[in-house]
């Protein structure tokens, strides 16, 4: 630690432990637990199991428990009628810890009562509100673009240069106009669409996938506009494009809401907006992808995000993907609305 950075390093471990306090409130977790009659470790697992069935290995690593901790603990709750055990629907050998009804609803109550704001929050200003928000969604994203940035700093490509298959389907009857990339990490999309006569703008938070895009372009003669940022802050001009694509952009929902809403605003008159990503099923029933059910979505999810569009696709589709030990599937969300007037 440089004299020049201690300040500051002391106050983000302040202002980090500030946050701790407020989030990890013992009294807090301790009247939920005496409302709700359970206790908070059980409540944890319960909300996961609630929000996506799945086996006990994926649950333990989730929750970071010892499986055989972890197994009491699912036990106690399938004793109280919260949780039973299931056959997987596709693999009998795997056993699926899945939410009873009864079980669902305390989840609900739980995360009811969780989602409360502490009271001194209600006492601040809007504007005020607005900034922390602003700041808490660049801290919880400001380790991505450094990590999204190791992974692209390599003369290979981390995906395939061939565009999503997906984005193939559905562009395929479009004439070519202004077509958004949001989060387009090395570009093969935004490049497939430029050798189609798309005029692009790309745009990602990771400096390092971008040179790469770049020289892939420069390589092909291709001329793209590309944007250094961070979707969550950056706004295209409203209805400026004839296509807005985002593929595989995994958040949390309100910060998942906050860039698909922004992504139709993008949409121009008898524009297209195009959603792919990984399902919520894929954790249990599909290969690859997030292992944090939080920055899953279904079809349905996506559509409860936008407005002013209409939605002429939304269902769940299997990807095939190619492994060293043959093919499997992946499952991802697909979502196609247009923007009538």
Same mark, same amino acid.
């Given at each position: 630690?440089?004299?020049? @950075?201690? %300040?500051?390093?002391?106050?983000?471990?302040?202002?980090?432990?500030?946050?701790?306090?407020?989030?990890?409130?013992?009294?807090?977790?301790?009247?939920?637990?005496?409302? !709700?009659?359970?206790?908070?470790?059980?409540? &944890?697992?319960?909300?996961?199991?609630?929000?996506?069935?799945? %086996?006990?290995?994926?649950?333990?690593?989730?929750?970071?428990?010892?499986?055989?901790?972890?197994?009491?603990?699912?036990?106690?709750?399938?004793? @109280?009628?919260?949780?039973?055990? =299931? +056959?997987?629907?596709? *693999? &009998? $050998?795997?056993?699926?810890?899945?939410?009873?009804?009864?079980?669902?609803?305390?989840?609900?109550?739980?995360?009811?009562?969780?989602?409360?704001?502490?009271?001194?929050?209600?006492?601040?200003?809007?504007?005020?509100?607005?900034?922390?928000?602003?700041?808490?969604?660049?801290?919880? $994203?400001?380790?991505?673009?450094?990590?999204? *940035?190791?992974?692209?700093?390599?003369?290979?490509?981390?995906?395939?240069?061939?565009?999503? $298959?997906?984005?193939?389907?559905?562009?395929?009857?479009?004439?070519?106009?202004? /077509?958004? #990339?949001?989060?387009?990490?090395?570009?093969?999309?935004?490049?497939?669409?430029?050798?189609?006569?798309?005029?692009?703008?790309?745009?990602?938070?990771?400096?390092?996938?971008? /040179?790469?895009?770049? =020289?892939?372009?420069?390589?092909?003669?291709? #001329?793209?506009? !590309?944007?250094? /940022?961070?979707?969550?802050?950056?706004?295209?001009?409203?209805?400026?494009?004839?296509?807005?694509?985002?593929?595989?952009?995994?958040?949390?929902?309100?910060?998942?809401?906050?860039?698909?809403?922004?992504?139709?605003?993008?949409? /121009?008159?008898?524009?297209?907006?195009?959603?792919?990503?990984?399902?919520?099923?894929?954790?249990?029933?599909?290969?690859?992808?997030?292992?944090?059910?939080?920055?899953?979505?279904?079809?349905?999810?996506?559509?409860?995000?936008?407005?002013?569009?209409?939605?002429? =696709?939304?269902?769940?589709? &299997?990807?095939?993907? +190619?492994?060293?030990?043959?093919?499997?599937?992946?499952?991802?969300?697909?979502?196609?609305?247009?923007?009538?007037?």
């Amino acid at each position: 630690m440089t004299k020049a @950075s201690a %300040p500051r390093d002391r106050a983000a471990q302040e202002a980090w432990q500030a946050m701790a306090e407020l989030v990890q409130d013992n009294e807090r977790r301790q009247g939920v637990s005496n409302q !709700l009659g359970l206790c908070f470790g059980k409540l &944890r697992a319960l909300r996961r199991i609630a929000s996506q069935p799945m %086996p006990l290995g994926a649950l333990a690593v989730l929750l970071n428990m010892d499986p055989p901790n972890l197994t009491t603990v699912v036990n106690d709750l399938e004793r @109280s009628g919260l949780v039973e055990r =299931r +056959a997987h629907p596709t *693999d &009998r $050998r795997i056993k699926l810890a899945v939410a009873t009804s009864a079980g669902a609803a305390l989840a609900q109550r739980a995360q009811e009562i969780l989602d409360q704001p502490p009271v001194g929050l209600f006492d601040l200003p809007v504007d005020d509100l607005d900034v922390l928000l602003r700041i808490l969604s660049r801290v919880r $994203r400001g380790q991505q673009p450094g990590h999204w *940035d190791d992974r692209y700093r390599t003369d290979k490509l981390i995906w395939h240069a061939e565009p999503n $298959r997906f984005l193939v389907e559905e562009v395929a009857g479009l004439a070519p106009g202004r /077509a958004l #990339d949001l989060a387009c990490g090395e570009g093969r999309n935004a490049l497939w669409l430029a050798e189609r006569g798309w005029q692009v703008t790309a745009v990602d938070f990771s400096a390092v996938g971008l /040179a790469k895009a770049q =020289r892939l372009a420069s390589d092909r003669e291709l #001329d793209i506009r !590309l944007i250094e /940022a961070d979707v969550l802050e950056w706004e295209a001009p409203p209805s400026s494009f004839d296509l807005v694509i985002v593929m595989y952009l995994q958040l949390p929902a309100g910060e998942r809401r906050r860039a698909l809403q922004r992504a139709a605003n993008a949409v /121009a008159a008898g524009g297209v907006l195009l959603v792919v990503g990984h399902d919520s099923t894929n954790l249990v029933d599909g290969f690859g992808g997030p292992r944090d059910p939080a920055v899953l979505f279904s079809p349905d999810d996506v559509v409860g995000d936008l407005y002013g569009l209409q939605i002429q =696709r939304a269902e769940r589709a &299997r990807r095939p993907v +190619a492994t060293d030990h043959g093919q499997v599937d992946a499952i991802d969300a697909i979502v196609r609305a247009v923007r009538l007037s």
